[in-house]
């Protein structure tokens, strides 16, 4: 059995999530969307929404228009529940038949329909005839009430997009935008005849590669899928068995991974909390040493690190976090932490390229973990001209 070291784990995680040397730029978003095999959706948008933030992160300052029509045009990808609300590469449709098999099975979501036939009906009608439409121009989505008070055509349409018969093409304005999946799914590829364990099979050998190295529920988490799930399939994936110093599980690894050294440059950038380099954050911890926890949920007078805290890749390592804000044309750094005072040149140019890609002429630190830090950073801002 091939043994890995931790620091050789960490460079093959790096590599496998496109952090490690130059990424293909000719493939574009395009290109990290199929590496990394799923980029999740997130209501939040503080610099950027998080799907756009992950190609940032991998690539520099991209336009972010350029972001979205990589995504959403060509038939290039697709929307559904991955890691959670993801976009996924158009290739992987048939892969998820067995998710659209259970949600089938079970009949509904979180809500029932007055009239199920009938309510479904309409709205396959309506995009047969109209094409491409958001719930608001099938007929509005709620009934007036909470976010949860949904129409009927909207829980109809959500119904039928977990079933499969329904496909979101793309997001416009935020808003879903549904159409025909047997319209939206490029023949070659529109078909749910692999069965359950051939589904399996395949995601798991995609979160290896897309992992590099991984242990079971580090397989299992990249898709949702069940422990028991990874176990039935392990076998026939591919994936090679390791050892990892001081993992003390099971783990396995892409064996191209583990062709050759992991070797180039490094990128120094911010990180969305669902960033798939840290979206796990278990593995965070166990890679990095970095215990990370997203506090937008959290009552504002409890939180620690802030609302939004992004943490701060450098040299291969989390070096930081950045709770960021924009106010006018200023990038806001409202807290910061940095792991070691040496952090702070890299925590600096993180925040001035990130500003420099949304449109932000300068930089200020409003406080951080320590008056010391704020200072350090604010520091070598001054000296980039931030």
């Known amino acids: 059995m091939v043994s890995l070291s931790a620091d050789?784990?960490?460079r093959i995680a790096l590599r496998a999530q496109g952090f490690i040397g130059a990424p293909d730029r000719r493939a574009g978003v395009r290109g990290i969307l199929r590496h990394l095999g799923a980029v999740q959706l997130d209501t939040i948008s503080v610099l950027a929404r998080s799907h756009e933030l992950i190609p940032y992160a991998r690539l520099g300052?991209?336009?972010?228009?350029?972001?979205?029509?990589?995504?959403w045009t060509d038939s290039h990808a697709f929307e559904y529940w991955s890691h959670a609300a993801c976009?996924?590469?158009i290739e992987e449709w048939p892969h998820f038949a067995f998710r659209r098999r259970v949600k089938r099975a079970h009949g509904y979501r979180w809500h029932r329909m007055q009239d199920k036939e009938a309510s479904c009906r309409l709205v396959l009608d309506r995009l047969r005839a109209e094409g491409p439409l958001t719930s608001t121009q099938l007929g509005g989505a709620k009934n007036g009430g909470p976010w949860w008070d949904w129409s009927e055509t909207k829980i109809a349409v959500e119904w039928l997009l977990d079933a499969g018969d329904v496909v979101v093409t793309e997001r416009r304005?935020?808003?879903?935008v549904y159409d025909l999946a047997e319209r939206a799914v490029p023949d070659e590829l529109f078909h749910d005849d692999l069965d359950d364990a051939e589904c399996l099979r395949r995601l798991v050998a995609l979160a290896g590669r897309s992992l590099g190295v991984g242990t079971r529920a580090d397989l299992a988490d990249y898709h949702r899928l069940k422990g028991e799930q990874v176990d039935a399939v392990i076998a026939g994936s591919g994936l090679v068995p390791v050892e990892v110093e001081g993992w003390g599980k099971p783990a396995w690894a892409d064996p191209e991974a583990l062709a050759t050294e992991p070797r180039g440059r490094h990128r120094t950038t911010l990180l969305s909390p669902f960033d798939s380099l840290v979206w796990d954050r278990p593995r965070t911890e166990r890679i990095f040493g970095f215990a990370h926890k997203l506090e937008a949920y959290v009552p504002k007078p409890k939180r620690v690190h802030g609302y939004f805290a992004m943490p701060v890749l450098a040299g291969g390592r989390l070096v930081g976090r950045v709770d960021p804000a924009r106010e006018g044309t200023t990038l806001v750094a409202r807290q910061l932490s940095l792991e070691t005072p040496k952090s702070a040149p890299a925590v600096a140019a993180a925040l001035r390229e990130a500003a420099g890609w949304v449109g932000c002429d300068a930089v200020r630190v409003e406080r951080g973990a320590t008056p010391e830090q704020a200072a350090a950073v604010s520091a070598?801002?001054?000296v980039l001209g931030a």
């Open 8 to 10: 050789e784990a960490r």
């Open 61 to 71: 300052a991209v336009g972010r228009e350029a972001v979205e029509r990589a995504y």
């Open 87 to 89: 976009i996924l590469p």
């Open 173 to 176: 304005g935020w808003k879903r």
């Open 380 to 382: 070598e801002l001054a």
